[in-house]
């Protein structure tokens, strides 16, 4: 049978439409799909929960693919050894407590077994706004990236969550949102972002894990936007804290939504 160039446009934007309209509205939302976002996701699916993801870029896996510095191996701690063990990816034993990957095999092994598991990603798609009410944060306004690069004059749309999470890394793009616009006070020492600090791995390791929680009723960090919100230091090529703070999110949200 001759392949039909017009049945294949249908499907796409059948089941395109049906997937989007079936995750306008959901348990939770995440904002970014690097390791953090995306670990958090995989977890939050997997208890059951309906949970869409929304990357800007046309890949999702953010900045794990490179390493450190172009070297496309990343390091994990022995605690988040088990993160990647759950995902099925192989890990090497370099020194005492010091784990590593191949940074390859992580994106695409984390990303597989998380669609696998229930969680919905949207690509190319830019959160540029929230949606609040009575100082919760209740939803994301999205558009296409391709929208925002060619800086096009048109209006977005909006998704409803009854929980949102910001992993867009050190951008922090969501709360910054939150923080420049929706008068809502922080649940930092502040009430404003407190900002990241320069490298110390170890205790930017320790602090993303801290620091990874609720940040405004409706709203939770993980990652190191987690860092860049609550303050402490950047650590690098060394990927432990993403994995365990997207899980320790995800385990929090579980038992709240
Ligand atoms: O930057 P990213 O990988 O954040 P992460 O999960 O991991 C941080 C590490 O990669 C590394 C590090 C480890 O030691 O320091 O930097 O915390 O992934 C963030 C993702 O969010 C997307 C962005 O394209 C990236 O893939 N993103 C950022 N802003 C938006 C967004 C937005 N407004 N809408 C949609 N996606």
């Given at each position: 049978m001759r392949i039909d160039e017009i049945k294949v446009s249908k499907a796409i934007l059948t089941t395109f439409q049906k997937k989007f309209l079936d995750f306008l509205d959901v348990d939770a939302a995440i904002v970014g799909g690097g390791p953090a976002g995306m670990v958090c996701g995989y977890y939050l699916a997997k208890a059951g929960k309906r949970v869409a993801l929304f990357e800007r870029?046309?890949?999702?896996?953010g900045g794990m693919w490179g390493g450190g510095m172009m070297f496309n191996e990343i390091v994990v701690q022995h605690q988040a050894k088990a993160v990647l063990d759950e995902f099925g990816i192989r890990t090497e034993l370099f020194e005492e407590n010091c784990y590593t990957a191949d940074a390859v095999e992580c994106v695409s092994g984390i990303c597989f077994k998380a669609v696998q598991a229930g969680l919905k990603v949207f690509n190319l798609?830019?959160?540029e706004d929230v949606m609040a009410r009575n100082k919760k944060i209740r939803g994301l306004v999205l558009n296409w990236t391709a929208v925002e690069m060619a800086n096009l004059h048109v209006d977005p749309m909006t998704m409803r969550a009854k929980h949102v999470v910001?992993?867009?890394?050190?951008?922090?793009e969501v709360v910054r949102i939150v923080e420049r616009k929706s008068g809502i006070r922080l649940k930092t020492k502040t009430g404003k972002m407190m900002g990241e600090g320069s490298m110390c791995a170890h205790e930017g390791e320790l602090a993303t894990l801290r620091n990874?929680?609720?940040?405004?009723?409706g709203l939770s960090v993980c990652g190191m936007c987690a860092n860049a919100v609550f303050g402490g230091p950047r650590m690098g090529p060394i990927f432990g804290g993403m994995l365990l703070s997207g899980r320790k999110v995800a385990q929090e949200l579980i038992k709240k939504i």
């Open positions: 870029k046309l890949s999702v896996g798609m830019s959160v910001d992993a867009t890394g050190h951008a922090a990874s929680k609720e940040v405004c009723d």
